[in-house]
């Protein structure tokens, strides 16, 4: 009898951010209420997206008429801290759990181990990045990066993380840059430099490595579950009332 923990594991959700954002503040409730397991999800944005962070107020007035493949970019505010993020060709993690102990950072640091693992199982070594001067400044989340982002050997950030505490609830999630479009990102963030690297994997090679990863890093099985239409009508109601 194994006395591992058991996560669930959410299937990969395309979704609109408002749904994603939604599901990932009520999953943080549910876990807070000991009501739900610590949670393991994967997710993409349609229509693509630029998030804000939850304290971020400002940001240029051109966002708002943006478009992508003739679909108006939505602009979403995640409930997690941080600045922009443009969700285009990017696939995001959620991770949600309880129970770690140390400082915020001592958290990313536990949470970013399965990242890294499961990324040098398909042979990408990643470093944490080193927070340089102007990163209060830089409205975009992938110009610079601070220690709770990961790069790839030659300097690039792959991985942008952000995480909101809820008493001893964790939610971490965070983007992995795959296939962006420089095109796209040059009218979101001005032609600042774009280190763009092609990782030839499958959205669905990726998340298997991470699960694998994770299995090993937070000790645990996972048990496969869809959101049920419950969950959603839940969900949907908890936005309506929280706004």
């Avoid at 003739?70 to 997690?80: F, I, M, N």
């Avoid at 040098?120 to 470093?127: I, M």
Wanted: glycine residues 10%.
């Amino acid at each position: 009898m194994s006395n591992k923990q058991v996560w669930r594991l959410i299937p990969f959700l395309e979704a609109s951010g408002n749904l994603q954002m939604a599901i990932d503040k009520w999953l943080v409730e549910q876990h807070h209420l000991r009501k739900h397991p610590p949670t393991l999800r994967f997710y993409t944005w349609s229509p693509a997206a630029i998030s804000l962070g939850y304290h971020q107020r400002q940001y240029p007035p051109a966002w708002e008429n943006l478009t992508w493949q003739g679909k108006k970019l939505d602009l979403v505010r995640r409930p997690t801290g941080g600045r922009a993020v443009l969700h285009q060709g990017d696939l995001t993690y959620a991770v949600i759990t309880s129970g770690l102990t140390g400082n915020r950072l001592q958290a990313y640091t536990k949470i970013c181990e399965f990242l890294i693992q499961g990324w040098r199982s398909l042979g990408v070594e990643l470093s944490y990045g080193t927070s340089g001067r102007g990163y209060i400044h830089n409205p975009n989340c992938f110009g610079t990066a601070t220690g709770a982002d990961l790069i790839l050997p030659n300097g690039a950030k792959l991985i942008g993380s952000a995480q909101l505490k809820r008493g001893d609830v964790i939610l971490q999630h965070g983007s992995i840059r795959l296939q962006p479009d420089a095109e796209l990102f040059a009218k979101v963030f001005g032609t600042e430099s774009f280190n763009n690297v092609y990782l030839p994997y499958s959205h669905e090679q990726i998340i298997t490595a991470l699960i694998a990863a994770a299995k090993d890093c937070f000790d645990m099985e996972i048990e496969v579950q869809q959101l049920s239409e419950w969950e959603l009508q839940e969900i949907s109601n908890a936005e309506i009332r929280g706004g």
